[in-house]
């Protein structure tokens, strides 16, 4: 049980990114659409995504995550759900700064969880 909460924050924040990737990004791909109508399609869409964002927060809070470690874990887990957008969806490739900046994040990552048990 104990094991299922800790991944709990984490898979939330998967489908939330997901959701807060397609309303970020996800016109980009209708740039033929009048902006007044992206925008609030992009709030329907980040309606859900909060509903994914706000749950996994309190989740991980309330089993001994800090505000700091739940930040970033957000966001290493928006590189690589956008990571998988820009290359499938907007058919942009990755390269090496990619994998830079993703490296750093994961450094990042260890600093924050450095001596949590």
């Known amino acids: 049980m104990a094991r299922s909460m800790t991944l709990t924050p984490l898979l939330l924040l998967v489908c939330s990114n ?3 990737t397609i309303a970020w990004y996800g ?5 033929d659409t009048r902006l007044w109508i992206v925008i609030l399609a992009s709030w329907g869409i980040a309606l859900v995504e909060y509903c994914f964002a706000v749950p996994a927060n309190r989740i991980g809070y309330l089993h001994g995550w800090s ?3 739940l930040k970033i874990t957000q966001e290493i887990v928006t590189l690589l759900v956008f990571a998988g957008f820009a290359y499938f969806v907007l058919g942009e490739h990755l390269g090496w ?6 490296a750093c994040m994961v450094g990042a990552a260890c600093f924050m969880f450095v001596g949590k048990s």
């Open 67 to 69: 505000a700091g470690q």
């Open 27 to 31: 016109h980009l791909k209708f740039t």
């Open 18 to 20: 997901i959701f807060m």
């Open 97 to 102: 700064r990619h994998v830079g900046a993703f």
